[in-house]
T-cell receptor, first 116, second 112 residues
Framework: QQQVKQSPQSLIVQKGGISIINCAYE??????FPWYQQFPGKGPALLIA?????SEKKEGRFTISFNKSAKQFSLHIMDSQPGDSATYFC???????????????FGAGTRLFVKA | NAGVTQTPKFRVLKTGQSMTLLCAQD?????MYWYRQDPGMGLRLIHY???????AKGEVPDGYNVSRLKKQNFLLGLESAAPSQTSVYFC???????????FGQGTRLTVV
């Protein structure tokens, strides 16, 4: 059972277009929602993140929209570029009551290809 | 600054063989994690550690063991490898109070 559901599985966007990736979660204990970007042969790297007390966060061309009541959040990439072609993972994090450790659960990932 | 280093980068095992994957971080992070990445499944947490000498189970711990004898190292062991353990394994670390996980470059393991 996947705790964080991500769609679409793959996405093709024209250069200059908007890329949109959606995620949904069930567990209300999650209190931090990061997006990670992964290039082939590399480990994931943090792209942008949001806390549930805000509805939107923007960093350059990347924006997270967060809907707490619907338990959904999305990543928007404006003016998409070929260099944005990568796999994007949404995630949700919480502090484990058992161990006190910070745990992150990842979505299945979206492979984005931006056509030049 | 190396960050998070995984050894080895590639490995082929025969069914039933054992091996240990090593993760080393030089950022003095308390938390360390092992994930496996499979197509269409994202990253799934295998085991994690909140400090030297401590370990805890993640989402998919069966068939794996871990040890954190030194703060900077987190070892993932496969006692008797199975083809279902063919995957790319990622180690990550995080400092206490932080939220950004730093990942290694991965280990591609094939079990035949």
């Amino acid at each position: 059972q996947q705790q964080v559901k991500q769609s679409p599985q793959s996405l093709i966007v024209q250069k200059g277009g908007i890329s949109i990736i959606n995620c949904a979660y069930e567990n209300t204990a999650f209190d931090y929602f990061p997006w990670y970007q992964q290039f082939p042969g590399k480990g994931p790297a943090l792209l942008i993140a949001i806390r549930p007390d805000v509805s939107e966060k923007k960093e350059g061309r990347f924006t997270i929209s967060f809907n707490k009541s619907a338990k959904q959040f999305s990543l928007h990439i404006m003016d998409s570029q070929p260099g944005d072609s990568a796999t994007y993972f949404c995630a949700a994090s919480y502090v484990s009551l058992n161990t006190g450790g910070f745990k992150t659960i990842f979505g299945a990932g979206t492979r984005l290809f931006v056509k030049a | 600054n190396a960050g998070v280093t995984q050894t080895p980068k590639f490995r082929v095992l025969k069914t039933g063989q054992s091996m240990t994957l090593l993760c080393a971080q030089d950022m003095n992070h308390e938390y360390m994690y092992w994930y496996r990445q499979d197509p269409g499944m994202g990253l799934r947490l295998i085991h994690y550690s909140v400090g030297e000498g401590t370990t805890a189970k993640g989402e998919v711990p069966d068939g794996y063991n871990v040890s954190r004898l030194k703060k900077q190292n987190f070892l993932l062991g496969l006692e008797s490898a199975a083809p279902s353990q063919t995957s790319v394994y990622f180690c990550a670390s995080l400092w206490t109070g932080g939220t950004e996980a730093f990942f290694g470059q991965g280990t591609r393991l094939t079990v035949v």
